[in-house]
């Protein structure tokens, strides 16, 4: 093992390339703990406490507690998740978009300026209703978050807020460009993993003062390990649909060779992406809920919060439902098989065109089916047993799957390199292989 590790640093290009992620990260981090002005921060964490299982607790995940200080990071990159988001379900709507998605890398060019934009007007509105929203909010003692409320505190917080979010933008743009992986998933990475040191901390404590029982931590563990291995196992695994390609070497098809290849699906077609939609939907009745006393609306929140029965009803008919809703966006039976006649390619025993759409189509439909159960089991199972166990700290399947993916995604990029470099793969057999289901 650490003849590998010795392997990644000597390749000048690869050791460059963690050291510039390692770098960014770094200034991601202090940024989450620079916080903006006006805010009073005992006040505000206190409060934080009590909205685990709202929007704003979930938001704060993906952050890295950047939110529940209210740093300069404080939206973290999810406004950019968000335009990018609603500018993919738009190419359904809008045939520019459409089409631009069709030009390459000129139209990528201008649907991610599209993306930029759309990220900057989603910060200023959130970054102002947050600025608002706070001058309302007091801690459980009655301390008022904000110490100078009024116009001047909510354009510098909008200000401020909206900057951060521009220049988490900019960092994960550079991280895809000089570093490893994903630029915008390694910064949800780094927010989650931040987390799990005080959490793990913290259950420490628990154990020690006798709150959590010690054969109850082994159970959350085994099941910790057990949600781990099942996503390792989903993540890798692929529908390989077989596809043969006709080089002509004569006067006809019948003389030429046949080169075989194959089109990978993957078992989770959507990815994290239904579960975010479902749960940030979920959880805006709770969120409202902090900020009212209300009596029907106290009622309708407690019918989404985990102690009710009906959210996981509602969880689960969401991220079915946005599974499959998603998964047709992203993936065109009909541009799939026209690409495929285009390269000249064929699926065996399919003719080219709509019956290779359609056989596209229905392995597509059931892959789906399995991913929007597999995405439910992950995003609900954990808090079913969590439950049951009475276990008093809060563990997501979520951020597990996102965590493990984008590990699996840098390991790969890794195990690229060493490859390219002729070097062992960093894991055994040399890369992280795609399982086929065929």
């Known amino acids: 093992m650490l003849k590998k590790f010795e392997d990644i640093f000597s390749i000048p290009e690869l050791r460059k390339r963690i050291l510039y992620t390692l770098l960014f990260l770094f200034i ?31 938001f704060d995940m993906f952050t890295g507690g950047a939110l529940s200080k209210l740093t300069v990071f404080g939206l973290g990159i999810m406004p950019y998740i968000s335009a990018a ?19 390459g890398n000129e139209g990528r060019e201008k649907i991610t300026k599209y993306t930029r934009y759309g990220t900057v007007l989603i910060s200023a509105v959130q970054g102002m209703g947050i600025s608002i929203g706070l001058e309302s909010m007091t801690s459980p003692g009655g301390v008022h978050v904000v110490m100078f409320p009024g116009w001047g505190f ?34 949800i990475f780094a927010g989650i993993v931040a987390s799990f040191p005080s959490a793990i ?29 099942a996503i390792v196992f989903m993540e890798t695994s692929q529908r390989r649909l077989p596809i043969q390609h006709v080089k002509r070497v004569a006067a006809g098809p019948q003389h030429g060779n046949v080169n075989s290849s194959y089109l990978p699906l993957k078992l989770n077609p959507a990815g994290v992406i239904p579960i975010i939609f479902a749960m940030s939907i979920l959880a805006v009745p709770s969120t409202l809920a902090t900020f009212s006393t209300n009596e029907i609306v106290q009622k309708i929140s407690f019918w989404f919060t985990p102690s009710s029965a009906m959210y996981y009803v509602f969880s689960l008919v969401m991220i079915i439902f946005f599974t499959y809703f998603y998964t047709s966006i992203i993936f065109n039976p009909t541009d799939i098989a026209e690409n495929i006649n285009k390269g000249g390619g064929v699926i065996p025993g399919k003719r080219p065109g709509e019956h290779t759409a ?16 597999y995405l439910s089991a992950v995003a609900l199972l954990p808090q079913l047993f969590i439950s049951g166990f009475n276990v008093p700290f809060y563990f997501g399947g979520t951020s597990l799957l996102i965590v493990i993916g984008v590990g699996m995604d840098v390991i790969s990029k890794i195990e690229t390199h060493l490859v390219s470099h002729n070097y062992d793969g960093f894991l055994k057999k040399g890369r992280i292989k795609g399982r086929s289901l065929i």
């Open 28 to 58: 991601y981090r202090i940024g989450a703990h620079v916080p903006t002005p006006g805010i009073d921060g005992g006040a505000l964490s206190e409060f934080f406490a009590q909205q685990s299982g709202n929007l704003l607790g979930f």
């Open 358 to 373: 359609a056989f596209i189509d229905y392995v597509l439909s059931r892959l789906t089916f399995v991913g929007a159960v």
């Open 154 to 187: 909510r354009l510098v917080t909008m200000i401020t807020l909206t900057t951060g979010t521009i220049f988490l933008m900019w960092l994960g743009e550079k991280i895809t460009e000089r570093g490893l992986g994903n630029g915008i998933s390694v910064l």
């Open 201 to 229: 901390s913290r259950t420490f404590t628990l154990v020690q003062s006798g709150e959590l029982q010690i054969i109850t931590l082994i159970v959350v563990i085994a099941i910790i390990l057990a949600v781990t291995a």
């Open 85 to 103: 988001i609603i500018l993919e379900l738009l190419t359904v709507a809008v045939p520019h978009l459409s089409e631009l998605k069709k030009q």
